[in-house]
């Protein structure tokens, strides 16, 4: 009998033995195998010009007045653009490597997060950033910011990862902060690519959408999830 089996026969609860109950093998890695799959094949469908022929997908970039004149596609697609290969193996391997470092494992609830985390990283840009007009947005380092709170709230409900989890979301609320009030991404002078004209805001607004994100699959009952 292992160690797993012979807790669960017992009539000793684990808050009986002094410890908290404990985390086995992850059994979601077919999951994540077939999320790496998605999510790199999407990235590469509609970023095909930029990695075949090195020119981004600009009709794809979020513009709020070519929106308003109908091309509506570019609320959806724009987290996935990006302005070099550089930009795109940066953006995506952070969003992966977050994405795939959830706690949260149901595809439906990471869906949440993820959408959550890129509408905050478009929407307060939206509100607060004039030059969104003028130089458009997009890349998935917004909707990154967002997991990344995420998984430290996520890491903040365990009694041994407490600590860790609130200092993590503390420093990455400063560091949005910081580059809200300098205008400038962190660590800006260490990219040694072509990152495009960012607009900071968008990693402010993908922290608080990922935070709202996560509200909200704690407020709507588990009825609700089991059925999806």
Known sequence: MGYKESIMS???????IGFVTPKFPDTNITGNRMAIVFWVSLLA?????????????INMMFRPDAIADGEWWRIFLSPLVHVSPY???????????????????RWSRRLVLTLFSAAGSLLLPLFIAPELNRIGLCGLSGAA????????????????????????????????????????????????GDIGHPIVATHAGGVLG???????????????????
């Open 10 to 16: 017992s009539n000793i609860t684990p808050v009986e």
């Open 45 to 57: 469908v509609v970023n095909f010009s930029l990695v075949f022929g090195n020119h981004p997908a």
């Open 87 to 105: 930009h795109l193996l940066m953006d995506g391997s952070a969003f992966l490597l977050v994405y795939i470092g959830l706690e949260e494992h």
């Open 145 to 192: 910011h967002g997991l990344t709170a995420v998984s430290s709230l996520e890491m903040s409900r365990h009694r041994g990862q407490k600590k860790i989890g609130c200092f993590l979301l503390v420093v990455l609320s400063l560091k949005v902060a910081w580059e809200l009030w300098s205008g400038t991404v962190f660590l800006h002078f260490l990219h040694f």
């Open 210 to 228: 990922g935070v709202v994100g996560y509200v909200v699959i704690a407020v709507l009952p588990r009825a609700f999830w089991d059925k999806q």
